[in-house]
């Protein structure tokens, strides 16, 4: 199973790929897909679209994870998060790509098994995960990857109450 993180944004947008194969897990692909400032939101969303697009049609997911966006003292941020998540799903339904949303904490917790976790402990935890010795990744992909990871999990522990 191949799994696209996603961690969306209107300025850079991370994203990841995780690879499951016999409950081994394996980074595939992982980027920061980024659209200039200088360009009203209109066009940032169509030029990040068009490289979501081409990333799913490269990597094939069988899903698509994305964080939701934290409506926190930012409200006009959130909304802009919110437009760039649509992008991820606009793609899913496209490809006829299964979806699912995970909030910040979620992916936090999943990862590090602390919510409030900072960057930095996602990070390497990631690092850590995936075996990668990538101390430089930016935080958007390795936010990413951690959104790859958490669906893993959510899977993991749904496939042991089914039992």
Known sequence: MRILGVDPGTINMGVGIVEVFDDKLSHLYSSTLKSPNKYDLPKRLS?????????????????????????????????????????????????????????????????????????????????VILDLDDHCMSTDSSDSLAVALCHYNAIRYKNIIEI
């Not at 697009?53 to 994305?66: F, G, H, L, M, Q």
């Not at 409200?75 to 699912?100: C, F, H, P, T, Y």
């Open 47 to 127: 030029l990040l679209l068009d490289e979501l697009k081409n990333i799913v049609k490269e990597w094939k997911p069988d899903t698509i994870a994305i964080e939701s966006p934290f409506v926190g003292k930012n409200v006009k941020s959130a909304l802009a998060i919110g437009q760039s998540q649509a992008l991820a799903m606009i793609v899913a339904a496209q490809n006829d790509i299964e979806l699912s949303l995970y909030s910040p904490a979620e992916i936090k917790k999943s990862v590090t098994d602390y919510g409030g976790s900072s960057k930095d402990q996602v990070r390497s935890m990631v690092n």
